[in-house]
């Protein structure tokens, strides 16, 4: 699995409680992102990250925040959790090479919000 | 808005069968990529075919695109039980993001 881990692998808190989620990659790869995933929905981008401290917004990402302070790890937060929030939370990462660009997934997190 | 939508929902063959799936999409592309997805599982990168290209193949797989028709199709061919997956279409349209579509559901009955 391109050495992608997520923690927690899974989650239950109360609404209006923050949360960080955490990937971590030990592929050096330069683009990590953070997914969602909802019955009906499929995947959605929530934030992503071309580089250490370099990050931008998805499709989804209010209530979403980020931080990449190092290379392998890339951190999801939700400031304050709602319900609305509770799915199934992929990492992914890409590397840098130009040629062949598939991104690598994590095993998910799921995350239920009370 | 989905970019990639997949066609049909869910699909259930016989072992031996072949599985088409089928993706459409609504701007220009750079490239086109199928993932799979077992039950509780990340996604797995499958094959990727880039707007020039018009089909690849990848062991039983086989990928299509049609970009006057904004359209591509996975086979898979001779199919196996353990094959019972997700599938989904994912787009390259600039940088390096991908839209996904939300997936076929396929049952591979032994």
Redesign the interface.
């Known amino acids: ?1 391109a050495g ?1 881990t997520q923690s927690p692998r899974h989650k239950v808190t109360e609404t209006g409680t923050p949360v960080t989620l955490r990937c971590h990659q030990t592929e050096n790869h330069r ?1 990590m ?1 953070w ?1 969602r995933q909802d019955p ?6 929530i934030h ?1 990250s ?1 580089g250490v401290k370099d990050t931008d917004k ?2 989804v990402s209010d209530g979403y925040s980020v931080s990449r302070s190092k290379t392998e790890d890339f951190l999801l937060t939700l400031e304050s959790a709602t319900s609305s929030q509770t799915s199934v939370y ?1 990492c ?1 990462t ?1 590397g840098d090479r130009s040629y ?9 997190t799921r995350l239920t919000v009370l | 808005s ?1 970019q ?1 939508e997949e066609d049909p929902q869910a699909l259930s063959i016989q072992e031996g069968e072949n599985a088409t799936m089928n993706c459409s999409y609504k701007t220009s592309i ?2 086109l ?1 199928w ?1 799979r997805q077992n039950s ?6 499958l094959i ?1 075919i880039r707007s020039n290209e018009r089909e690849k193949h990848s062991g039983r797989l086989r990928v299509t695109l049609d970009t006057s028709k904004k359209s591509s199709s996975l086979l898979i061919t001779a199919s196996r039980a353990a094959d019972t997956a997700s599938y ?1 279409c ?1 787009v ?1 349209t600039s940088g ?8 076929t559901q396929l049952t591979v009955n032994p």
């Open positions: 699995d992608i683009y992102y997914y009906g929905h499929g995947l959605r981008l992503y071309y998805g499709e992929f992914a890409r062949y660009n598939e991104q690598f997934f994590g095993p998910g | 989905q990639g750079n490239n990529q993932y509780g599982r990340g996604l797995v990168h990727l989904f994912a390259e390096s993001r991908l839209t996904f579509g939300e997936g």
